[in-house]
């Protein structure tokens, strides 16, 4: 099931987020979130876009979230989107069914374009976006650190509208 996120899901959606930011190089951040960072995450994208869980067997298996992909309102209808699946969560469509939700709702606020910045080595990254029909529009090389490594930025779109 995909469902708005709430506060009592912060602790589940900080782990999840946490083991990606301290074990992967799925994302270039190394600072872990708190599970208050999280509710205040949840209540502003509530309001401003949308902040969406899996939910399976009374557990949260993923989230997905999107904002304005950059500042300034000539990037007004471009956004940028995470989205992260429990480890054991992948291969069950959480993740297919929660970028459909968020597409959805981000073409129903009258968003054009959906970005997604993967890192370069996150080749199941890249594959997963490709199969929901982004295509890599830039790579910047160099443009991350993490573990002690410069990392290069896949960007991939998908024009929603």
């Known amino acids: 099931m995909i469902r708005n996120a709430t506060s009592g899901d912060a602790e589940a959606v900080a782990a ?92 129903s606020a009258g968003a054009h374009v959906m970005v997604a910045g993967v890192t370069a080595e996150n080749a199941a990254g890249q594959d997963f976006h490709t199969k929901l029909g982004y295509v890599q529009t830039g790579l910047m090389p160099q443009v991350g650190r993490k573990f002690g490594r410069w990392m290069d930025l896949v960007l991939m779109q998908k024009i929603l509208s």
């Open 16 to 107: 999840i987020w946490n083991h990606y930011i301290r074990d992967t190089v799925a994302t270039f951040n190394s600072a872990e979130k708190t599970v208050a960072e999280v509710i205040a995450t949840i209540s502003t994208r509530q309001v401003q876009r949308c902040f969406l869980v899996a939910e399976a067997q009374g557990r949260v298996q993923g989230f997905a979230t999107y904002d304005q992909f950059r500042g300034g309102i000539g990037y007004a209808h471009s956004m940028e989107h995470t989205v992260l699946l429990a480890p054991e969560a992948g291969g069950h469509g959480f993740g297919r069914a929660l970028m459909r939700a968020v597409e959805a709702h981000a073409t």
